[in-house]
Nanobody, 127 residues
Framework: QVQLVESGGGLVQAGGSLRLSCAAS????????MGWFRQPPGKEREFVTA????????YYAESVKGRFTISRGSAKNTVYLQMNSLKPEDTAVYYC????????????????????WGQGTQVTVSS
């Protein structure tokens, strides 16, 4: 099993930045893909970005390309989401997810492809 804990959420003004962290513990060696999803108020969960541990490949939703960056720590237990130029429509609960499989694109976009989930962290962007 793998446990995921997100941190770094909060309230920020439009145009500002936040950095989310996802700390993984347990059998982290069993995961090859880490992703971030978000769920805006009243909407379904949606893909944000993902990274492959083994290759470093990254994937982004069109809505965040050029503004968000996913990265991994030196040890296989932390993944980050740097969010710049935030917009009110980025307001959501952000979830970290881990998959045992090495996911390509578009597979990495689908929540059902992930095996482990964090509890989520709230990001609110004010206008």
């Amino acid at each position: 099993q793998v446990q995921l804990v997100e941190s770094g959420g909060g309230l920020v003004q439009a145009g500002g930045s936040l950095r989310l962290s996802c700390a993984a513990s347990g059998r982290t060696y069993s995961t090859d893909t880490m992703g971030w999803f978000r769920q805006p108020p009243g909407k379904e969960r949606e893909f944000v970005t993902a990274i492959r541990w083994s290759t470093g490949f990254t994937y982004y939703a069109e809505s965040v390309k050029g503004r968000f960056t996913i990265s991994r720590g030196s040890a296989k237990n932390t993944v980050y989401l740097q969010m710049n130029s935030l917009k009110p429509e980025d307001t959501a609960v952000y979830y970290c997810a881990g998959a045992r499989a090495g996911l390509g694109y578009p597979s990495a976009r689908f929540a059902h492809a992930y095996d482990y989930w964090g509890q989520g962290t709230q990001v609110t962007v004010s206008s």
